[in-house]
């Protein structure tokens, strides 16, 4: 079975049935220590805010929702958390958030490099949504590295029902190929079992990034949460997430692929699940404990009540355990 000379259709019947999952798991993980042996490179993620100008019909911080408790951490938290990071041994710090104008791009530029400067040996990691050209520009040259940005689902019918009026597709994939432009290694993905999602859908998302040719590709299953629209359609499953996770493996050798908090909220031993069919990357999570439980995308997401040594220490355990090693590098793509 090569997943590389598959047809659409015979994908997409891969990508429903779990009567090849042993030996789709087995292979990915030969193809994942072919590249990078047993390491597992850790990200440091700090989760800026949760204020946001988007209201995408999944996301639990979406500007609806009236019942969220709105955060900005301001430059000392930030400058606190890669500190406490640091010490660690991170060396790779993401910022993620909400789309919101209170951080311009000044103050991002900023942060970037406060944190480029303290810290040289670090990999600056931005998750901030969709901007214009000109501020992934100003973020690159101050100083960030990497931006992830999940293209989410790449079926244009599919998108406008996961989304509100005036988001396009087409302006997502535009920013995936302007940071490319911009010399960032990016990362792109999507939700597994996301609300109307096909087969089909998810062999168009396996295409496109085929074209994208991503460094790192984060995927999750759906969570439905509780003030969303979506809140009763059922989850993305772990069989089918992990079985991505493997096809993502052998599609794309070299590619960090994370094993997500969203499939560790799913199940006791997702992310371990996750490593075993080839993912490589883990994001502990860095931000101050206060905030942790502000920053819910989805119901029950797990980690948020531990300070960030715990978390570190904890990952590190069910990495050892699952049979691989974390690793304190920066962690850059193996170039292909
Ligand atoms: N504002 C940034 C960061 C988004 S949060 C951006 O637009 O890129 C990071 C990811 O969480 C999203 O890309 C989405 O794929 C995921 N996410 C959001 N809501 C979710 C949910 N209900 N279940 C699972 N994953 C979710």
Redo the contacts with the bound molecule.
Sequence with gaps: MDINIMTDRELAEIISTDKYDGELIAQADRVRRENYGTDVYLRGLIEICNV?K?D?L????RRSNGHVDRYRLSREDIMNCCENGYALGFRTFVL????DPYYSDGVICSIVSEIKEKYPDCAVTL????KERESYAAYRAAGADRY???H?TANEEHYARLHPEGMSLKHRKDCLFILKELGYQVGS???VG?PWQTAENLVEDLRFLQTLEPDMI?I??????RD?P?RDFP??TLEQTVRMVAILRLMFPYALIPSTT?LGTIHPLGREMGLKAGANVVMPNLSPVRVRKLYE??DNKICTGEEAAECRNCLENRITNAGYKVVSARGDVKKR
Excluded: D, K, W
Excluded at 127 to 130: D, K, Q, R, V
């Design positions: 946001c988007n995408c999944y996301c639990g911080i993620q958030g909400g789309e998750s901030l949504g969709e992830l940005l999940r989410e993905g999507f939700m996301s984060g999750g299953p759906f969570i439905p949460h969303t979506f989850g993305g969203a995308l989805y």
